[in-house]
């Protein structure tokens, strides 16, 4: 009888997590716009959120993993990925130390900076020699038009 | 005339004695958000709420972003305006207690960027 049980929780955890699957790539498929765009400012074409609020990358990272924690991440608050997102051409997504996940453009991690406000504010840039603005290099700027779906 | 002399002397001294006897390290400064304390270059001073009365908790990573508002080696505590002694034997001005911080966003007199950053920042105000 605890088997029949055990079996059958097993097979509807199994079930349901095919279900939550194939739920969620259409919806993640269809969804095609950005979390990003490619922005003038006064230093030049950067990288923003949807708003237009600008994206640093920090030296101290290393590719797919951000060294930014604790009062870093107060300063730099990472540009977090939505659940469902889905990664494309250098733009990869990267699994923070408290689970949640961050934008990543080849491979660097992606902030914030606390003291930007508004769309086109660039304080951040060259701060302590180790934050810079994320820029669309030639390469990384086509990735959104070569989509592989 | 030499009395004149004598005058315009006394009146120079005075006021040399006045400006060093007045000379803080900081200054009041109207904002678009308000009047605050202003350390050097007239930049923003903010307080840490994660800090306790008379103890810095802002090292390392913290330190960076928010740089301390040190006190020159002769400084002498004044009413509110007391000395907190940092981990690295560095001494930092605190306001009634609250050590003192500048923020890396602000680059000029006025600026205020770093007020309410993560909801643990304020400014410094009289």
Known sequence: MNTVIKLSAISLIALSSIARAAYDTPSAATSMSHAWKAADSSKG??????SGKSLYTFKKDTSGVSNCDGACATAWPPFAAKAGASTKGAWTIVSRKDGSQQWALNGMPLYYFAADKAAGDVRGDGIGGIWDLARPAKASMQTPSTSTY | MKKVNQI????????????????????????????????????SLY???????????CYDDC???????LAKADAKATGAWTLVKRNDGSMQWALKGMPLYYWVGDSAQGDTTGNGVGGVWDLARP
Request: proline share 7%; charged share 15%.
């Open chain 1, 45 to 50: 074409k950067i990288f923003t959120d949807p």
């Open chain 2, 8 to 43: 315009i002397a006394g009146v120079l001294l005075s006021v040399s004695f006045c400006s060093v006897a007045l000379a803080t390290a900081w200054s009041v400064a109207d904002t678009g958000a308000g009047r605050v304390f202003a350390g050097e270059k007239g930049l």
């Open chain 2, 47 to 57: 307080t840490f709420r994660k800090d306790t009365p008379n103890l810095s908790n």
């Open chain 2, 63 to 69: 330190a960076t972003a928010w740089p301390p508002f």
